[in-house]
């Protein structure tokens, strides 16, 4: 009889047990399920569909810009890059170039975010008729699949559906998906999308406070800034894309940085490493791209007061750059491109007056 009652006893705490992990699956199911769900019909970084009921987060680039790529509507233009083009305003570039514009910014996009990301552009709008592409030379060097973060959410740049659950049942979804619906009623303003101008002072001042000769940028390995290292990164983050995509233009352009920035570059001992990849890039002769060179303008590059650090230009900078897109003006060829190497050199060579050495 007590034999009995001990397995029956033993029995109950199984059964029990076993209600206990199949109440806690059940439980686990259900707030999954519920996330997912609820991350599915709010959509907090536009993957399936471009949201109407609520103002779209400027969070998370690296999130949003894949989802903005795939269901923004109907536009011929988009413009890829880091966050040297932030400040472009759509409806600037609309006016000027008679076009319809989608911005996508990535703070730090290396080659091969840019890679994933203009694939991205380039195989959901089938009415692209140009890519403004920011070639930021710093995130050319390294290796050809760096990415800033481990973090890079490549599952929603692709077509496989399986791996959305990483988008799904996911903490940050969830987070955004709240604030949405926090949000709701609440409409877009694209032209601030990543608008940082408000953001930052652009004085001399704001520049010296952040300037500390050679400590600039990334951590420096000069093995990842050879002109070898930036042709790889080219072609095999864009040239096939590039090669591809014929019938879209690519107009890429390199940023004004300032006078320190070269002289930056200079003191590391790589500037002449980025003179011998512009010859590379003009060398191609690609039939769909158009390069713009606005890093030999001394009048913008010398004004320390238009900057908020050595590399980062005011707004202004990027109303003039569409305009000359518009005008064709500053466009790199065979027959300038050494003058305007020419002009480079002689700002990393110009000496920094401080105010208080002007005295």
């Known amino acids: 009889m007590k034999l009995v ?3 029956t006893l033993i029995f109950r705490d199984i059964m029990s047990n076993k209600r206990w992990t199949l109440l806690l699956v059940l439980t686990f199911i259900f707030f999954a399920s519920s996330m997912m769900l609820i991350n599915y019909i709010v959509d907090p970084f ?8 609520y103002k779209i987060t400027e969070k998370k680039q690296r999130e949003m810009t894949a989802g903005l790529a795939k269901n923004y509507p109907h536009y011929e233009t988009a413009i890829v890059g880091s966050s040297m083009m932030e400040n472009f305003r759509p409806s600037q570039v609309d006016k000027e170039l008679n076009t319809t514009t989608l911005k996508l910014s990535m703070s730090g996009m290396t080659a091969h975010e840019m890679h994933s990301l203009a694939k991205t552009v380039l195989r959901n709008n089938k009415n692209l008729k140009e890519m403004i592409i920011t070639l ?10 760096r990415i800033r973060t481990n973090k890079f959410p490549s599952y929603l740049f692709d077509d496989d559906i399986i791996n959305d659950i990483f988008y799904l049942l996911n903490k940050e979804t969830i987070r955004f998906s709240f604030r949405a619906i926090k949000d709701r009623g609440t409409s877009t303003n694209y032209d ?3 608008y940082t101008a408000y953001q930052f002072e652009y004085s001399k001042a704001a520049v010296l406070r952040s300037y500390n000769p050679g400590k600039y940028g990334p951590e420096f390995h ?3 800034y ?12 864009l040239l096939p894309l590039i090669k591809e995509y014929q019938d879209v233009k690519f107009t890429i352009f390199y940023p004004p940085y300032s006078f320190l920035m070269y002289k930056d570059m200079q003191d590391k001992n790589w500037l002449n490493e980025a003179f011998d990849f512009k010859r590379y890039l003009l060398n191609l002769q ?5 390069i713009y060179d606005f890093q030999c303008i001394p009048k913008i590059t010398s004004n320390l007061e238009i900057y908020r650090d050595i590399a980062h230009y005011a707004p202004s900078i990027n109303d003039y750059m569409i305009e000359s897109l518009r005008d064709k003006k500053h ?3 065979q027959e300038n491109i050494e003058n305007c190497i020419e002009i480079i050199k002689q700002s990393a060579n110009k000496k920094l007056i401080r105010d208080e050495d002007a005295k």
Request: glycine fraction near 2%; charged fraction near 25%.
């Open 5 to 7: 009652n001990f397995y």
């Open 46 to 53: 536009q993957h399936y569909r471009l949201s109407t009921w």
């Open 136 to 145: 930021d030379i710093n995130n050319f060097t390294g290796d050809k699949t």
């Open 192 to 194: 601030q999308f990543w």
């Open 222 to 224: 000069a093995k990842d």
């Open 226 to 237: 050879k002109n070898e290292r930036m042709q790889e990164n080219f072609n095999y983050n």
């Open 286 to 290: 690609l039939k769909n791209v158009n």
């Open 331 to 333: 466009l790199s060829t």
